[in-house]
């Protein structure tokens, strides 16, 4: 927390405030079983003796509570001593224990030194893994990056677990900041997958995302929407070839008939439904945007309420069978970002206020525009360089907790959308 939280002298003005003495910096630390008493009692003491409060932090793990307190006290022994003992008094009844450090001024004279606060998401089934912490933590280290703070995100008995970092990192000298924070981003993302992890700028626009943009193969839909018309029109392909060789092996089939086999045979990933829903609930505007078929990411947007749908229309001769050709233009990694940044200026929001999920090299563009992009695993990787996230459980419910919402929230969400 910023040191400038307030003072124990309320109504001074700035000239009698310039005119107090000198004080000494405290670090108060009290742990000990949990009670409802333990920061009243604090506030009490630091009031009657005219101390200031400069930064403040409690913790609560089940029943034990740890409170951390930056104060300054006046140079005076007496006003120290009687501090001190007033605080221990105050506390035995409690049984808290009681730490005391004093500060040394050249704590506080230390070159200034330029940081960017960031937000680090870790999410795993049931339980993150501790293998997983200490490799996040480790790069964390080797990039003197200092953890503010560490909240769970999740409730005991969930179905995932997870837990966001507060940090504050080195901006290098030669440096930007921007830079500095891709640096760790890409180191993270690199980590062995053991766990679902995110990392955002700690800014203004962390809470404010208005549009989820998707990719549709892979992402909303298991495998590939355009092998999928492929393998219903039961056509040979060769998978991960390119997109114009695979359309121009569905030349002379009947539209009808191949798109209606390959609707049959459509399976969404799993929690694609719950958190289309979940986000349409909170407010979010939803699309796809797709190098598969238009008819395919149109049918994802009708059965996930989706708002927009982008796909390659492919042409069609007079009787309605599939010339093997795209109409123009076609949606290749270009067109993915330009229609991005469309919808963003037509919602009327920043790039920023954006959160893109999929993968892919198709994809990396529309990820890299993104304030927030998810890399959802698949067969061909994008480089960690692209995005801000990855999500290797195969669950698309996760991304529910890389945006921010807790695990209470997520499951009113979900009891939510089930009693409807």
Request: contains cysteine; hydrophobic residues 45%.
């Amino acid at each position: 927390m910023d040191e400038q939280m307030c003072s124990a002298q309320d109504g001074d003005s700035p000239k009698t405030a310039r005119a107090k003495p000198s004080r000494k910096p405290f670090l108060v630390t009290l742990s000990g079983r949990a009670s409802s008493g333990v920061l009243p009692r604090l506030m009490e003491v630091v009031a009657e003796h005219g101390v200031e409060l400069l930064d403040l932090q409690q913790i609560t793990v089940r029943d034990l509570i740890t409170v951390s307190a930056s104060l300054g006290v006046q140079h005076d022994e007496a006003s120290s001593t009687g501090f001190v003992k007033e605080l221990l008094l105050a506390m035995h009844p409690l049984a808290i224990d009681v730490l005391f450090d004093v500060q040394h001024d050249s704590m506080h004279n230390a070159r200034h030194v330029e940081l960017e606060k960031a937000v680090i998401t870790v999410i795993a089934p049931r339980c993150v893994p501790a293998k997983f912490l200490a490799q996040v933590t480790e790069i964390l280290a080797q990039h003197k990056a200092n953890i503010l703070s560490i909240n769970r995100t999740t409730e005991r008995g969930d179905a995932f677990a997870g837990f966001e970092f507060i940090v504050a990192i080195s901006v290098s000298d030669g440096v930007g900041s921007g830079d500095s924070l891709a640096r760790v981003r890409s180191d993270l993302l690199r980590l062995e997958k053991l766990g679902d992890i995110a990392v955002q700028r700690h800014n203004l626009a962390l809470r404010s995302k208005r549009l989820v943009v998707f990719d549709l193969s892979w992402t909303l839909v298991k495998g590939d929407a355009i092998n999928l018309l492929c393998e219903a029109a039961k056509v040979p392909y060769t998978a991960g070839s390119e997109l114009d060789a695979r359309v121009a092996a569905l030349k002379g089939k009947s539209e009808k008939e191949t798109v209606d086999a390959a609707l049959s045979r459509l399976e969404y990933t799993d929690g694609a439904v719950l958190l289309c829903a979940a986000l349409k609930r909170l407010g979010y505007k939803l699309a796809v945007i797709s190098s598969g078929a238009q008819v395919l990411a149109d049918a994802a947007k009708y059965t996930l309420g989706l708002d927009y749908s982008y796909g390659n229309r492919l042409k069609l001769d007079s009787k309605r069978a599939f010339t093997g050709e795209i109409v123009e233009p076609v949606i290749n990694a270009e067109r993915k970002a330009e229609l991005l940044n469309m919808l963003a200026m037509q919602e009327g929001i920043g790039l920023e206020q954006v959160v893109a999920i999929g993968d892919g090299p198709v994809s990396a563009q529309l990820l890299s525009s993104a304030g927030l992009s998810i890399s959802f695993d698949q067969p061909t990787s994008t480089n960690a360089d692209h995005v801000g996230g990855r999500i290797s459980s195969k669950s698309l419910e996760t991304v529910l907790y890389l945006m921010g919402v807790n695990g209470r929230d997520v499951y009113a969400i979900i009891d939510g959308e089930s009693s409807k």
